[in-house]
C-alpha cells in the first residue's frame, strides 16, 4: 500500500470516528436536556410565608425558598433549593407572570453541599398591584430534567 493511500485511509477512519463520537454526543445532550417530568403545583402552599416542598415521580423531593418575605418586587431575593433523594447535576429557577409576561428571568443554582443550593435574583417591576408568579425549578439529572413549579402572588406596598 502506498503512504498516499494510507494516510487517506487513516484521515478517513478519523473522520468517521468524529462523526460517531458528534453524532453520540448530541444524542445523549439532547436526552439530557429532555424534560422527563413536570409535576402540578401545590397551590395550598404559599411561598409568602414559608418553604415549600413537592414530590418528583421518582420519589425525588424538591423544596423552595425565597427570602425575604413577603416577596418583594425589584429587591434582591434569596433563593434556595433542596433536593431528597435525587442526583442533580444542576439546578436553576425561572420566574415567569402567570397572566402576563414578565421577559426571561432564569436563576441559575450554585451547589453549596449535596442537595442544597443557592442563588439570588430578583423580580421586575409590575403594573399591577397584585401578581401570581410561578417560579419554575429545573433539576437536571443524567436522565433528563424534572420540573418543579411554584406558585405565589407578590403585591405592591
Known amino acids: ?67 425575604p418575605r413577603p416577596i418583594p418586587l425589584v429587591q434582591n ?7 431528597k433523594d ?9 420566574f415567569k407572570g402567570t397572566t402576563m409576561n414578565m421577559g426571561p428571568n432564569n436563576v441559575t443554582l450554585k451547589a453549596q453541599q449535596p442537595g442544597l443550593y443557592d442563588g439570588q435574583g430578583m423580580l421586575p417591576v409590575c403594573i399591577r398591584n397584585s401578581m401570581e408568579w410561578q417560579a419554575d425549578v429545573y433539576v437536571q439529572t443524567g436522565e433528563g430534567i ?3 413549579p411554584f406558585i405565589f402572588v407578590t403585591r405592591k406596598h
Do not use: H
Open 146 to 148: 424534572f420540573v418543579a
Open 77 to 83: 431575593l434569596k433563593i434556595k433549593v433542596n433536593i
Open 1 to 67: 500500500m502506498e503512504k498516499r493511500t494510507f494516510w487517506m485511509l487513516a484521515v478517513s477512519g478519523l473522520l468517521i470516528a468524529a462523526l460517531i463520537f458528534a453524532g453520540y454526543y448530541k444524542v445523549e445532550m439532547a436526552r439530557k436536556n429532555n424534560i422527563i417530568a413536570r409535576v402540578e403545583p401545590d397551590k395550598a402552599c404559599d411561598l409568602q410565608k414559608k418553604a415549600c416542598s413537592l414530590t418528583l415521580p421518582n420519589g425525588g423531593q424538591v423544596t423552595l425558598e425565597i427570602e
Open 86 to 94: 435525587i442526583e442533580a447535576e444542576a439546578v436553576s429557577v425561572d
